[in-house]
């Protein structure tokens, strides 16, 4: 292999000690929204187990709250740290979780109304009807939201608060219908009286007005005189955008996520989910479904286009950069588009290797890429300068993670090599951090799957031999970690 200059330490060198914290960005309320559902799945979890009844009578370490609610211990604890930022439970000095004043409202005389509700919401009549909102809205039925919650005694530190939480359900139901309907490329040139757009869409007027101040009220839309105009972050929801948020809606408003979503609490009790038909694993369950595949690699090619962008200026020219599980190649194609001397090779499973093939020869790529249908867990393949895992580690508890990175630093070379990884960094406080969410998301659907803090994920990679060299924050809320093997 040809060796080249040291690698050169550029922009993001080291992170504020606010790690978590990432500049703001027009796709954050999207992301927001999409997030609260999530979150919504783990009070879904505090009111099945009864979290606040058994920390009404005394806070707990989580080990014994698990005992006493029948949960597993390591899925519990993610369960209370995603509900930490609303306010809802504390970790104590003593290393015990107690129940907040806002998280006593999930037991108090008040409780019962709350827990109906967010029961009713969980049904899944109810979210079945959810996602026939769009059909509906044109179809001339009237859709009603549930009753907002009152915001008197709910308050959070969170960038959405618990109110926002309850509402959670019926605001990504108004986002789904908005951006199934294309109102964001409809206001893309021009502002809009209501009574217009529903006519311009087929929409019922009642419908869509209460849709559109809900996303007003989060920042997508505003209303001048009368007229609706799109803000920045509607504008990710236009289509012809390489980082569009559509395909995040679209992959959230599938029935598969909201079932796993929806079985969150027996996730907890468990430790790990059950697919809906017996799969073993959600990836076992996507190559069994290509049309559910197919649009979570679209989905996932959105969200890496961002940091594909910003990799690529990293990139060393006359390079091999090797992308490990690089689904549909979207971080190599910016890479080599960027870099025209640098050679690509991309590791990915059966299933999937194909399409990735399709997209990279129709960006004229394939002459300058390998690409590889195989299993991370028994090989990857050496000679390359840069090894990247986007977004891989957080689909694996810790052991097959591990595994993952033994493979990927034994194909590197001690003086060649180096290795990206990126995946969301957990703040180490409570902080609110879209990370959170997507931790939901990873244990709803992969169980032993995490986003870490950034000490358990330099833990991680010690564990592998190797070390951090640097991280830099990217965009959508996501980190860099750079590694090298570890001197013997
Ligand atoms: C969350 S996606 C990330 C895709 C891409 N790296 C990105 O940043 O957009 C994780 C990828 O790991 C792939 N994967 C899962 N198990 C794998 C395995 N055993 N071997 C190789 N790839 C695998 C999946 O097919 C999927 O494309």
């Known amino acids: ?12 060198d080291e992170l504020s000690p606010k790690e978590g914290r990432s500049p703001a960005h027009p796709r954050d309320p999207v992301q927001r929204i999409i997030g609260a559902v999530w979150d919504f799945g783990a009070l879904l979890v505090a009111v099945e187990l009864n979290l606040a009844g058994h920390l009404a009578k005394e806070p707990l370490p989580v080990d014994e709250l698990a005992k006493r609610c029948g949960a597993h211990s390591g899925a519990l604890r993610r369960v209370l740290r995603t509900l930490e930022p609303y306010d809802l439970v504390r970790f104590s000095e003593g290393k015990r979780w107690a ?36 059909e509906k809205v044109t179809a001339d039925q009237p859709v009603t939201p549930s009753p907002r919650r009152r915001r008197r005694g709910l308050s959070a530190s969170a960038d959405i608060g618990l109110a926002d939480l309850l509402d959670s359900v019926d605001t990504f139901g108004a986002l789904l219908v908005v951006a199934q309907l294309g109102l964001a490329d409809r206001l893309a040139s021009t502002s809009m009286r209501i009574e217009d757009l529903a006519a311009d869409c ?53 029935t598969l996520w909201w079932e796993m979503l929806r079985r969150l609490p027996d996730t907890v009790r468990l430790g790990m989910p059950t697919l809906p038909d017996g799969s073993s694993s959600t990836y076992a369950y996507l190559a069994a479904h290509p049309d559910i595949l197919a649009r979570f690699q679209t989905f996932m090619g959105t969200r890496t286009y961002p940091v594909a962008q910003w990799l690529a200026e990293e990139a060393v ?120 969410s997507l931790d939901m998301r990873m244990l709803s659907l992969f169980g032993a799957g995490q986003e870490r803090t950034r000490r358990e994920y330099e833990t991680l990679l010690a564990d592998a031999g190797l070390t951090v060299r640097r991280q830099a924050r990217l965009p959508h809320a996501l980190t860099m970690t750079e590694a090298v093997i570890a001197a013997q």
Not at 239 to 245: G, I, Y
Not at 324 to 353: D, F, M, N, Y
Request: net charge positive; aromatic share 4%; with cysteine.
């Open 99 to 134: 129940l907040t004043a806002a998280g006593a409202l999930l037991h108090n005389d008040a409780g019962a109304a709350i827990q109906g509700h967010i029961r009713g919401r969980a049904e899944p009549d109810s979210w079945r009807d959810i996602l026939t909102w769009p």
């Open 1 to 12: 292999m040809t060796s080249l200059p040291p690698f050169p330490a550029r922009r993001g």
């Open 317 to 436: 020219p006359g390079s091999t950069v090797v992308d490990v599980g690089g689904g549909h190649g979207t971080i190599l194609a910016e890479i080599l588009k960027k870099q025209p001397t640098c050679h690509g090779v991309l590791l990915e499973r059966p299933a999937v290797i194909t399409a990735t093939r399709t997209s990279l020869a129709g960006q004229g790529l394939l002459d300058r890429c390998t690409l590889l249908a195989g299993n991370f867990f028994t090989e990857v393949p050496a000679g390359g300068h840069t090894y990247i895992l986007g977004s891989v580690l957080h689909n694996w508890g810790d052991a097959r993670a591990r595994r993952i990175l033994e493979r990927v630093r034994q194909a590197m070379t001690p003086t060649d090599s180096r290795l990206w990884c990126v995946d969301a960094l957990l703040p180490s406080d409570n902080e609110p951090h879209p990370g959170r």
């Open 202 to 254: 087929g929409a019922d007027e009642k419908t869509l007005s209460w849709m559109l101040r809900r996303l007003v009220s989060h920042g997508l839309f505003s209303r001048r005189g009368g007229l609706y105009v799109t803000r920045p972050a509607a504008e990710t929801l236009q289509k012809d955008r390489p980082d569009s948020m559509l395909p995040a809606v679209s992959m959230n408003g599938q």
